[in-house]
């Protein structure tokens, strides 16, 4: 069998999934909702539902006629409008990335992100006092020692994996501060850290978040959905299996893990994976004398396959069509070496589109009005994702001291071309059944500056825009009179240009007004510390991918469904399926 991968441990990267998302963003609206079973529906699905209607027994992706049966006083509530769930995802984003140095935030989907704080934690692990660990403090500022939260360096914040291991209930060792123990005490900074991230965004934002502590992307994701909800989990040191010492805890904690659970092993090379260890003759019982089933094939059945390595995972995933690389990538993961970076945080998206999908659009009438729908909401967008607040002193003030701040908004970037995109419905064949198709047709123009008056009215930009250029493109791209049986109908910006004026932001820029205000608000709190059973909850698939990398409006990876040819989610796509099986 081939050797280990060598473990860089210098990065500490944090997961953050908030709870129940969609269901929280009613809860911050209307808090009666929490103590409530809550679901929200997507068509005849409950997309998600808040804890007090899972332990009632609502589960993600039930169907809403089911849901009723099982908890009849269930309040739904209608989430196909995604502006509410967007709007959140964005402003929690900004928030917690206020706090990070380096700026190294990554987004996956609306509802996770990855956090790099190596630098936050090794300053911190520098200034610890090792004569007074119980009564530590974590500088949130490096600039201003007076700015951060108390803490107890001798234990670590909130579960661990492996739960209840010596090293968390004794003082550290004098041992412990050997370079070997580094790891370790990183990683116990960084459960405080993420403790009081956590804290913050209930107490600030109103939403809860479970959070997993380790030193890369795919394991810290991993590693947090062990106590779930609010609430946190350290992949303990040792990561780094030793000759008669103690075993590595990311091989512990992998090993038992079905292997399409590992981000970035999707459900294609899971099954090429099973398939190869089914179907090969030898070494069925490589593992723990059991051959894997065809329902579960374990991160250790795969390690410990004979003659497993990155070779042999090359030859069984790679081909055409197969990035490269894919053997020693996947052998990686599977040792819980994710090498990929937590991106660095973008202002603003590379671009916005707003998209809907249509049964029939046939009319003209029809499509002018959709258009214009659809032009407001990217008029709307614009106005959320491309501008800032920015606070200027109010020279109107009476007195020079008086220091009162106005906000005012500007353009972080400006867009230089509209694009309109539309997917026709192929005829139906001879037999009268339809084909589907993906393909879409664009046109693009430069986008005129009115849009970006922020006085005029969104709806009167959106009406213009369409009149001026959307339907000009239109008649373009479909110069017959009528007839067109339209799918889809896409309108974006694209060719950001950022806009001149301030530096990009900087680590810590407002973190000290920011924690002053929260200084006081928080003054009369005392935060409870909540552990909750874990429930038996599927990840959404992990893919790679970013707001900047992103070609759909935002991060959202998507797949082209089989029968309706929508764009849909990764994380959506069991909902959708069920959706098609529905009835009407
Ligand atoms: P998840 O993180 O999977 O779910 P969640 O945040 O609601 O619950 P958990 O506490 O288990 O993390 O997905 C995030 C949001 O994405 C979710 O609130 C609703 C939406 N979503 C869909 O629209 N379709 C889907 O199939 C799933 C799973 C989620
Ligand atoms: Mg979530």
Redesign the pocket.
């Known amino acids: 069998m081939a050797a280990p991968p060598t473990r860089l441990d210098n990065r500490i990267v944090l997961h953050f999934?908030?709870?129940?998302?969609?269901?929280s963003a009613f809860e911050v609206e209307q808090p009666v909702l929490k103590s409530l079973p809550l679901a929200?529906q997507?068509k005849q699905i409950v997309?998600?539902c808040n804890y007090e209607a899972r332990r009632r027994g609502l589960r993600?992706?039930q169907l809403i006629s089911e849901a009723k049966k099982v908890c009849p006083d269930v309040i739904i509530v209608l989430g196909e409008d995604l502006t509410k769930f967007r709007d959140a995802s964005k402003d929690l984003y900004l928030y917690l990335r206020s706090f990070v140095w380096g700026d190294r935030v990554e987004r996956l989907?609306?509802?996770?992100l990855f956090l790099d704080v190596s630098d936050m934690i090794e300053y911190n692990v520098d200034v610890l006092n090792r004569n007074d660990l119980e009564n530590s403090f974590f500088h949130l500022d490096r600039h201003d020692p007076t700015i951060g939260f108390a803490y107890d360096a001798t234990r670590f914040h909130g579960p661990t994996f492996p739960p209840d291991s010596e090293i968390v209930s004794d003082r550290l060792s004098a041992a412990a501060w050997s370079e070997a123990e580094t790891l370790h005490i990183k990683l116990l900074v960084a459960s405080h850290l993420a403790g009081y991230l956590r804290r913050q965004l209930e107490h600030q934002k109103g939403y809860t978040a479970?959070v997993g502590i380790s030193t890369c992307k795919a394991v810290s994701k991993l590693t947090g959905n062990v106590h779930?909800?609010n609430n946190q989990t350290t992949l303990l040191a040792p990561y780094d299996a030793r000759e008669n010492g103690p075993e590595s805890n990311v091989i512990r904690f992998l090993d038992s893990h079905d292997i399409q659970k590992i981000p970035g092993i999707g459900s294609k090379l899971a099954r090429s994976l099973k398939d190869h260890l089914l179907n090969s003759g030898r070494g069925l019982d490589s593992a723990d004398g059991a051959p894997p089933t065809d329902n579960k094939t374990t991160v250790r059945d795969v390690r410990l396959f004979p003659g497993m390595g990155p070779v042999l995972l090359e030859k069984i995933l790679g081909g055409p069509g197969s990035p490269k690389g894919i053997g020693i990538r996947i052998w990686n993961l599977i040792h819980g070496v994710d090498d990929s970076e937590v991106l660095e945080a973008r202002d603003f998206p590379t671009q916005i589109s707003i998209e809907d999908s249509y049964r029939q659009l046939e009319t003209f009438e029809e499509v002018r009005r959709e258009l214009i729908a659809l032009a407001t909401s990217l008029i709307r967008r614009m106005r959320i994702d491309l501008t800032e607040k920015t606070e200027v002193e109010d020279q109107t003030a009476d007195s020079k001291t008086d220091h009162s701040l106005n906000p005012k908004t500007r353009w972080l970037a400006h867009p230089r071309t509209l694009r309109l995109s539309t997917r026709p419905r192929p005829p139906a064949n001879s037999s009268g059944v339809r084909t589907y198709s993906i393909n879409r047709a664009s046109r693009s123009a430069p986008l005129p500056q009115y849009v970006f008056n922020l006085e005029e009215n969104m709806d009167a930009l959106g009406e213009r825009l369409v009149h001026d250029l959307v339907i000009p493109m239109f008649r373009k791209l479909h110069p017959e009179k009528s007839g067109w049986n339209l799918s889809l109908l896409n309108v974006a910006v694209t060719n950001m240009v950022e806009s001149a004026g301030e530096q990009k932001r900087s680590s810590g820029r407002d973190i000290k007004r920011m924690f002053q205000q929260q200084e006081t608000i928080l003054k009369e709190w005392k935060v409870p510390e909540l552990d909750s059973a874990q429930p038996d909850?599927d990840l959404?698939v992990y893919e790679d991918s970013t707001w900047e990398e992103s070609d759909e409006d935002e991060a959202i990876p998507s797949v082209i469904c089989r029968i309706c040819s929508a764009p849909i989610p990764h994380?959506?796509q069991?909902?959708h399926e069920v959706y098609h099986s529905a009835p009407d």
């Open positions: 999934d908030y709870d129940c998302f969609y269901a929200v997507q997309v998600t993600k992706l989907g609306f509802d996770e479970t779930k909800p909850i959404p994380f959506a069991a909902a």
